[in-house]
């Protein structure tokens, strides 16, 4: 796990409140819509309920909802509106039954000019821990339900809060491809193995990395397009992750926050000496948790089997190994003395061996594929002085 400097995405966070907001408010909007008429009709139903057959009436409520129901394509661009059912069995169980609490519930999340809609929107994940809990305590009835009623619930939330209308929408004014552009991080943070950059030649949109829900959308569909809970991710790690809930069961780390750092590193344990000769079965790979008080690290370590997939790349652990035994001290001071012959401008020892080694700087690692590993393997191999008696390594220990 990498952390991306919160520098990288500062500039995003508005643009992304900006674009989505109004969208989110028309879905909104169109549920209070939805209410009103049904309240609507009911205060007639009341007022002639001696003289009128109240068959009728329902029948003539539920053509005026069809009616609304019949824009919802237009207003927020759903395909299928089986959760909009006016005849459904949970539609009346769950939501008609509930008609003034989910009006209170829309209306609170539009008072003060958006306030608390902006809030889900734009608040900074562990933040929005304490706007869920929130949320079930004013609003328990919707929030603190049953399996069935939950499931309801969500699908209403999934309709408003509609990630695949906005992000996963070509024709979406701020798409996935809009968005990934502007953050504009090129390796999955979770895994720091795959590249995920965006490509658009030719205004065709190429590829683009997945968003994970930090907060998985199945169980927290309000913030199915909160800023801090859409996170670049390659699709193994995307689907690694998948309905794991970091709200609730258990914490995770989160990219924009935190990483592994110094708290824990790759390293590596030599099983025999062919190591040396690049074999790689030779060589095993670890990740060693040297702190992790609050066990982010260890269960970031589980969700995303870190540990596991990267005991798969021995083989460029055996080739570090190896280019530990051939690139000495005096191979290097060759190289640059050869270089810096009659040339004007002048290579370091140290440029040369993070050419060699591949070696990233702190700054580097979340632009490149593997670059916490690479690192960390040549760190230790600067120490590992059992094995690296040439006095190169010792070139940039720090
Ligand atoms: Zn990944």
Known sequence: MIHIPKLLIEDVVEEHINEVLPYIVNGIKFFINIIVTIKNARLQCTLNELKVNLGVDKRRYIAELNCIRGSAHKVINIKHDTVIDFDNRKFNN?????????????????????KKLKQILKSEPYRLERIYDGLEWNFDEIFFVTNDEKKFVCDLLSIIFNYE??????????????????????????????YIFTVISRDKEIVRPEFDHFYCKSLYPIFSLSFYNLIPSCSICNKKKSNTDFLKKQKGLHPYYEGYGNNAFFTYEIKDLDTFEGEKEAVKVKLQINHDPDGKISINNKVFAISAIYEYHNDIVADLLYRGKTYTKSVIEDIVETLNNGESTKVSEEEVFNLIYNYSSDEDIPKRSLGKLHKDIVDRMKWDVSFFSSAHMSLSKK
């Open 94 to 114: 769950y939501f008609i039954s509930k008609i003034d609490l989910y009006h209170k519930f829309f209306k609170y999340l539009l008072k003060n000019n958006n």
């Open 165 to 194: 209308s906005v992000i996963n929408n070509k024709s979406s004014k701020w798409n996935g491809y809009d968005l990934a552009t502007r953050l504009d991080i090129t390796v999955c943070p979770y895994c720091n193995r795959s």
